[in-house]
């Protein structure tokens, strides 16, 4: 098996659960943090043994709350991946506001971390209120100015739209308040009622399609004229500051996700750690693989999520690479309706296509 | 048993008013089931009828009853449906009875249905034998309710029996009663023989068996039999009674009630109302009444999936076996690819035939608007039935269209009369009389029968907080300004979504028709138009517009195979729409249009 240049870290500590929150977190486990470092140590080193590490392009820590390890645990864990890491390599973490001051961000920039995801959500109190999220719009603003200070050069914000309550007016506040702080990355995302979350358990209600749509429209329109690139559905950059971890998984390429509920993706085979605390840390303690479950990827699921993937970025996806569509008659009549470009070699959407990508991406595949 | 030990009656009931709970008493207290095998409702056997609280199919079963002379009794009991759509099988069931049980709910009284089967019941000389059931009940008013049933059938309010099916009170004095007022059978046994046939069921090891009343003579296993309406000739391979399951007697003299296995195969080649005679000494002259049961509903039903196509057209020979009036054959839509144009007694019998297809042969199926038979003369003077829309030709060639009226006789307390006369004045009613009828208003209207199948009854209930009952029988063919008003979707006709309707409310459905569309036709990625028409002039028009935004908001490493399953899902969620042309419909837009005849207030 080829060794992989993604490696993802799993890291579910949290003080709270959010309204919204539907990953795999712990709550009220935080005295099992240092057995947690030993147990993912020892997956690490297991999949070393392995020889599935290679010269790693990124690492990824993700959450969770992954500053609540505390730099010291974090150190200790970027200790062991640092022989690793390929030059140049991209180290992200994300952060929350409330859970980490300008030493700890000094700390992480000095273990190897250069790039920083800050979990704001959103700058207006009722909205945090609505999502349950604990920080305030001043320790937002705030943690940039550490975040800057400590040396990250890489800083991205990550936001919600369609939040309960949310008006025209606060979506012209939060953007203007991102273009104030000028991040180099921004993940702007709807919000997705989860089944299960808090959210949806008390019936809130979505925002509908046009509402939806203008909100979407105004934040890509906003961040585009301010000139960051909008590359992937979701995410936009400064031209340099794209997350290569992320257009890792959109690219459809090999990773490893280490930690509890984390997936792996390698040589056609995907597993997933189970979601359990406690069985990842008993199964790690005796030298045992925590428990996962295994999904085999045939031909076809490969090459559909290749167009899933793929169609998501603002490059378009090479024929070549995701295979032809299912339903290649589609290719002529989306292109007609201005939807999408393409020629022998490359699939595109076009700006409007970008809008309804999902739409589209039925009509040229069967999801079955 | 000689004929004077003979009694054979019904039972005339509103659904629910306790016609089976009735039935179940007499054959527990006669011994003819035991506390052990008594199933609630025993000789309403499909579970659908006995879910629904309905009959479906009459049948007759004996029992022995030793009445307080001391004397044993053959009593038969022959069950009858109890649904408008099935008037003609009640009318044969009556003829075959000397006397019938007018069961009326003690708490709410005479209903339409029970009233026109009584009139039935007194016209063919039954004995009326008036029984107020669910005395038991708290709501009960058995002074009220049994001084107007008494005075329905001219009888003394003292001779109207009170009774609890539910708890048994007053069933030995519904016996006696039978016993002493229903007049024995006067058959001829040394006649050449004739009975009736007043039902009929397909037995998978049997073939069709005949339920009949011996008039004249007697009838011997092995006998040839004719049909003497159809010609048809068929040997008696078994001959017995329903005791209350199939008992041979290798007899059945004047007088009795029993069954006949024929050996047939088809359900169809054996009508009810037609009078059996043997061969060997053949009867002079048929029983009277028999007519041939013509459908009078039709609908387009397709499979959802068009791989069910086969599956429904099986589905549909094994309901026919024991269902001779379901007619169908295949019909082919644009729209909505291949299926079946089929015909039903009434609404209620649609109902049902389209309820077991998908529950009994779990089947998705899309069913077109309702309609009657159209008769269309044409410019040229020829005289077409038109039983579906797309079969009406282009206006020019049409003189005149007809469709069938009904004569509908309502019954309604008086603070309904207003909200009943504006639903019939609404439906093109035609007022004819009304007349109080103990507390309630006899409403009396003709209606075009196109206006009853849509969603009438149910309009009727719900403005009359379920109060009105509703009778209806055909008064024949009236000519109407009747016009065939399509839908358009992206420009183009969907013809499972035609239908024929009067000019005066063309601009209402079309604009109603649009608006339901609208509602329940999902954005997609084009605009589409959606309009109605006469020919080629547009009545309504809204623009279902394209989709804005459809996007997964997050996709990374942890939720690549939720996402590619969620495509799955939302793919599965498209099997579920009928393509037509560009436009994806879903199956809810098409029922949505089913329901255009409500008024949109909702219900």
């Known amino acids: 098996m080829s060794p992989v240049a993604h490696l993802y870290l799993h890291l579910p500590f949290c003080s709270s659960r959010c309204g919204y929150c539907a990953f795999v977190v712990n709550v009220g486990a935080l005295g099992r943090r240092d057995e947690y470092l030993d147990a993912l140590l020892a997956e690490l080193e297991r999949e070393r043994e392995a020889g599935r590490i290679g010269a790693l392009q990124t690492v990824y820590l993700g959450g969770g709350t992954p500053t609540l390890m505390r730099p010291r645990r974090l150190a200790a864990l970027m200790d062991r991946i640092r022989p690793h890491l390929a030059p140049g390599a991209e180290v992200s973490m994300e952060a929350n506001p409330e859970s980490v001051d300008g030493p700890a961000l000094a700390a992480l920039r000095r273990a190897g971390v250069n790039r920083l995801s800050l979990g704001v959500q959103s700058f207006q109190p009722h909205l945090l209120a609505a999502l349950d999220r604990a920080a305030t719009p001043a320790q937002a603003r705030q943690l940039m100015t550490c975040a800057r200070a400590a040396g990250f050069e890489d800083l991205s914000i990550d936001l919600i739209f369609g939040i309960p309550g949310q008006s025209a007016v606060d979506l012209e506040r939060d953007l203007a308040e991102v273009l104030a702080a000028g991040p180099d990355h921004v993940s702007w995302y709807e919000l997705e009622l989860k089944p299960g979350t808090a959210l949806a358990r008390a019936g809130t209600p979505a925002f509908d399609e046009d509402e939806g749509a203008d909100a979407y429209r105004r934040i890509v329109g906003g961040l585009e004229d301010a000139g960051y690139r909008w590359y992937e559905t979701a995410n936009f950059a400064r031209p340099g500051h794209e997350c290569r971890h992320s257009l890792a998984y959109w690219s459809a390429a090999d990773y490893l996700g280490l930690g509890v509920g984390a997936v792996s993706t390698v040589g056609g085979e995907r597993w997933r750690n189970a979601a359990a605390l406690e069985g990842y840390l008993a199964a790690l303690a005796e030298g045992q693989a925590p428990p996962r479950s295994r999904e085999p990827l045939d031909a076809d699921d490969v090459r559909r999520e290749r167009w899933m993937l793929g169609l998501r970025l603002e490059r378009g996806l090479p024929l070549v690479w995701a295979g032809p569509p299912d339903r290649p008659d589609a290719l002529a009549s989306l292109s007609a309706a201005g939807l999408l470009r393409h020629d022998a070699d490359e699939v595109a959407l076009t700006r409007e296509g970008r809008f309804v990508q999902n739409a589209i991406l039925h009509e040229l595949m069967d999801y079955a | ?603």
């Open chain 2, 1 to 603: 048993m000689d004929q004077g030990h003979i009694r054979n009656f019904c039972i005339i009931a509103h659904i629910d008013h306790g016609k089976s709970t009735l039935a179940d008493r007499i054959l527990q207290l006669t011994g003819a089931v035991s506390e052990r095998d008594m199933r609630s409702q025993v000789l309403d056997s499909m579970d659908l009828e006995r879910e629904r609280g309905i009959t479906i199919k009459a049948q007759a079963v004996r029992v022995h009853y030793t009445a307080a002379d001391g004397e044993t009794y053959q009593l038969n009991l022959i069950d009858t449906p109890g649904h408008v759509d099935f008037s003609y099988e009640v009318s044969r069931s009556l003829a075959a009875c000397e006397g019938a049980l007018l069961v009326v709910d003690a708490s709410q009284g005479i209903e339409a249905q029970t009233l026109a089967n009584t009139y039935l019941a007194i016209e063919g000389d039954l004995e009326v034998i008036p029984v107020l059931n669910k005395i038991d009940l708290p709501a009960a008013d058995p002074e009220l309710h049994g001084r107007a049933v008494a005075d329905l059938i001219g009888d003394d309010p003292e001779n109207v029996l009170r009774i609890s099916a539910k708890t048994g009170e007053g069933i030995e004095a519904v016996l006696e009663a039978v016993v002493e007022r229903v007049p024995p059978p006067s058959g001829d046994l040394s006649a050449p023989a004739r009975a009736l046939i007043f039902d009929s069921v397909y037995d998978q090891y049997r073939g069709v068996v005949a339920f009949v009343r011996v008039m004249d003579g007697v009838f011997q296993k092995g006998d040839k039999l004719r049909c003497m309406q159809t010609g048809l000739v068929v040997e008696s391979e078994e001959i017995g009674v329903m005791a209350p399951v199939m008992t041979p007697t290798g007899k059945l003299a004047a007088g009795e009630t029993g069954y006949l296995v024929t050996g047939l195969k088809n359900l169809g080649d054996l009508r009810v109302g037609d009078t059996i005679t043997r061969v060997a000494e053949p009867a002079a002259e048929a029983l009277p009444g028999y007519r041939e049961v013509k459908p009078m509903v039709f609908c387009g039903l397709f499979p959802v999936d068009a791989d069910d196509y086969p599956d429904l057209r099986d589905a549909l020979e094994k309901l026919s076996l024991n269902d001779a009036s379901l007619r169908w054959e295949p019909e082919s839509s644009q729209a909505l690819g291949f299926g079946f144009r089929c015909g039903f007694l009434g609404l209620l019998h649609m109902d049902i035939v389209r309820e077991r297809l998908e529950r009994e042969y779990d089947l998705e199926l899309l069913a077109t608007t309702p309609n009657v038979e159209y008769k269309v003369t044409t410019t040229m003077g020829e005289i077409l039935p038109v039983r579906s829309p797309t079969e009406l030709p282009p206006p020019t060639n049409i003189a005149m269209i007809e469709e069938p009226f009904v004569r509908c006789t309502i019954l309604v307390p008086s603070d309904g009369v207003g909200a009943v006369m504006k639903l019939c004045q609404d439906r093109r009613g035609v007022f004819v009389t009304m007349e109080p009828i103990e507390n309630r208003q006899q409403i009396v209207y003709d209606m075009p029968l196109a206006e009853i199948v849509l969603d009438f009854y149910d309009q009727l209930k719900s403005r009359t907080r379920g109060y009105a009952s509703l009778d209806y029988e055909i008064v024949g063919y009236r000519e109407s300004h009747l016009v065939k008003l399509d839908v358009l979707l992206a420009g183009d006709t969907v013809d499972a979504l035609s239908m024929i309707v009067h000019r005066d409310e063309a601009y209402t459905r079309g604009k109603l028709l649009v608006e339901r569309l609208f509602r329940t036709i999902p954005r997609q990625l084009f605009d589409v138009p959606i309009q109605a028409a006469i020919g080629g002039k547009i009545l309504a028009r809204e623009t279902v517009k394209a989709r804005r935004k459809d996007v997964l908001a997050k996709c990374y490493g942890g939720d690549i195979s939720r996402k590619r399953k969620l495509l799955e899902r939302q793919k599965e969620g498209k099997k579920r729409m009928k393509q037509v042309g560009s436009v994806e419909v879903p199956q809810e837009a098409f029922l949505s249009v089913l329901k255009i005849g409500d008024d949109g207030n909702g219900k």
